[in-house]
Each structure stands twice: as structure tokens, then as C-alpha cells.
């Protein structure tokens, strides 16, 4: 009786585990290999542009993981996505300056406290010219731009919080004019008229200056954010870095000192970082937005939208 319990209980295993088997082949490998997504692999970013999870880092610490799921900035449509070869490991990127033969980028490196700028040729950026423009104390750069016949940086100390702002030779990269600013400047463009306009690190003040240097006027200003780069686009000042919300593209009346209107900047680089918190420019008609270290960077590029005209996202006191 025992021996035929037992012969009817391993007929029976047998029977479930084939069972079991039939089931396994009839479903697929791609269901039984499914797995739920972790947090960390749920949040990493897609190229701007594309709907995806805000990064993990920004749902604990910044306001934008409450802004709607979307990438890319407001008004415009990507269009590029690549890394720039650079000769200088691990230094920030801070100021970009696209022209119709070169990127200009400008970097610092705080472990050696130097300031620098690279030109590349468009064509095949692995090829270009590198120059220290700043050292210690005055080493921490903010901004590049193009004026009329140079480029601009400003080079801030921290420790002595004032700002050299730099005229940049574009062929040679050596500095043709230079003063000094009791302010921490993190960004400076040059008007059509040869006037310079900056701003402080905390935002509350803007500045005109003379091409001479001289101070024409300071004023309050209530921007709350930092700027990390500008470009001059019909008249205005296009000025890109981030307020409490996230990132942001304002759009400044150099004439009255005033903000005209502020486009709201979803998109992020591989490493959570906003698209407007590196260097910045805008040529024939397109955004260029480099981002990240020297050695891990990117740049965006995006146009405007066909429905939308550039009067209206880039207004101009001069109309």
C-alpha cells in the first residue's frame, strides 16, 4: 500500500513539472525574462527633445521635478547632438562662441586655477589652438561672447569677489584690453554701439560700462537666478542660466535694463545638468548650447519653430 502511494506521488511530480515546462515554452523567453526597471535605470535622460522621467537626482533636490514631464527648450526644436573634442581634461565649460568657421569655448580648471580658450574649426574640431587667458586668483570664467571686432570673457576671484572682464584677440586668443570690476561678474556681452552690459552672481545687479571701462550705470536687478552665458540677437540681450524653477533663456532691453520675456529650459545633458548652464550662443538663426566638463560635454543645437516668428520670441526695443 505504502510502495503504491509512493509510485502515485512521483508519477504526480513528474506530471507537474511538465506541466510547468509546457507553460514556460508556450508563454516565450521574452515574458519569463521580463524584470521590473529599477529607480537608478528608470531615470536616466534621453536626448533633449524626447518625453522621459525627470533625472533621479532632480526629484530630490530641485524645483524643476515638479514642471511637467517634457524635454528641450521653449519655442524651439532640436536639431544636433555631439561632443566637442577638448585638450583639457576636466575643466568646466563656461562660455561658447560659435562663428561661421570656429567654435571659441571658454573653460576654467579649478584644481590649477587657470582660465582658458579653445578654437576649433568646425569642420574637424579635433584640430585647434589653446590659450591660458587667466590664472589665480582671477581664473573663474564667466561667459564668452563676441563684440564687434573681439571676443569678451570675464575672469571673477572668489576670494576677492571683483572680475577682470577680458577683450579677446578671436585669431591670436591674447588679451588686447582689460578692467577691473568690484563685483563678481559671471556673464558680459558687447552691444552693436561697443557698450558692455554684465551681471552679478546673484543676479541683483546689471551693469553698462563704456568701451573705455567706465561705468555708465548700475541697477537693480531682480533676476533671481545666475546667468552663464549671453549672446546679443537683434539688439537684445539672450541670456541663458537658471532661477529657482530651472533653467531659463531671458530675453533683456539693453536700453532699459529691463527683462522682456524668460523661456522656460527643460532640457537636460546626460548628467542632469540644464541645457542653459554652460556655454551659449546663437548663430544664423540657430541655439547653440555646449554643457558639461571638457572631457564630458555636449552640445545642443535647436532652431526656432516655423509657427513661431523671431519678433516674438526675441523681442527688440528697437522696433
Not at 583639457?88 to 580648471?109: C, F, H, M, N, T
Not at 561667459?143 to 579677446?168: D, N, P, Y
Not at 563678481?184 to 552679478?200: K, M, P, Q, R, S
Request: hydrophobic content about 40%.
Amino acid at each position: 500500500m505504502k510502495k503504491s502511494c509512493l509510485v502515485q506521488l512521483i508519477l504526480f511530480g513528474v506530471l507537474v513539472v511538465a506541466l510547468a515546462m509546457g507553460i514556460k515554452r508556450f508563454l516565450g523567453p521574452k515574458f519569463s525574462s521580463l524584470k521590473m526597471a529599477t529607480p537608478e535605470k528608470a531615470a536616466v535622460s534621453a536626448q533633449a527633445g524626447d518625453a522621459h522621467p525627470v533625472p533621479a537626482e532632480k526629484q530630490r533636490s530641485s524645483p524643476t521635478a515638479t514642471l511637467p514631464v517634457q524635454r528641450g527648450i521653449e519655442g524651439l526644436v532640436p536639431q544636433l547632438r555631439l561632443s566637442l573634442p577638448l585638450p583639457w581634461p576636466g575643466a568646466r565649460i563656461q562660455g561658447l562662441v560659435v562663428s561661421e568657421k570656429y567654435y571659441y569655448v571658454a573653460a576654467q580648471d579649478g584644481a590649477q586655477q587657470k582660465a582658458f580658450i579653445y578654437r576649433m574649426l568646425r569642420t574637424q574640431p579635433g584640430k585647434g589652438q589653446l590659450r591660458v587667458i587667466s590664472q589665480g586668483p582671477f581664473f573663474e570664467v564667466g561667459s564668452l561672447v563676441k563684440g564687434r571686432q573681439a571676443l569678451w570673457t570675464a575672469v571673477a576671484s572668489s576670494e576677492k569677489s571683483q572680475t577682470l572682464l577680458l577683450m579677446i584677440d578671436p585669431v591670436y586668443l591674447g588679451t588686447l584690453r582689460s578692467f577691473l570690476v568690484n563685483d563678481y561678474i559671471t556673464a558680459v556681452a558687447e552691444t552693436e554701439d561697443g557698450h558692455l552690459y554684465g551681471f552679478n552672481d546673484r543676479l541683483t545687479a546689471i551693469y553698462e560700462w563704456a568701451p573705455t571701462g567706465e561705468e555708465i550705470r548700475r541697477k537693480p536687478f531682480a533676476g533671481g537666478g545666475y546667468y552663464y552665458d549671453i549672446a546679443v540677437v537683434r539688439g537684445s540681450l539672450v541670456c541663458a542660466g537658471v532661477d529657482p524653477q530651472g533653467g531659463v533663456l531671458d530675453v533683456i532691453d539693453p536700453g532699459t535694463l529691463t527683462l522682456l520675456v524668460r523661456h522656460r529650459c527643460l532640457g537636460f545633458s546626460k548628467d542632469g545638468q540644464p541645457l542653459t548652464t554652460g556655454g551659449f550662443d546663437v548663430q544664423d538663426g540657430t541655439f547653440y548650447f555646449l554643457v558639461g566638463l571638457s572631457n564630458a560635454n555636449e552640445l545642443f543645437s535647436f532652431g526656432l519653430k516655423k509657427d513661431i516668428p523671431w519678433p516674438a520670441y526675441i523681442p527688440s526695443a528697437r522696433e
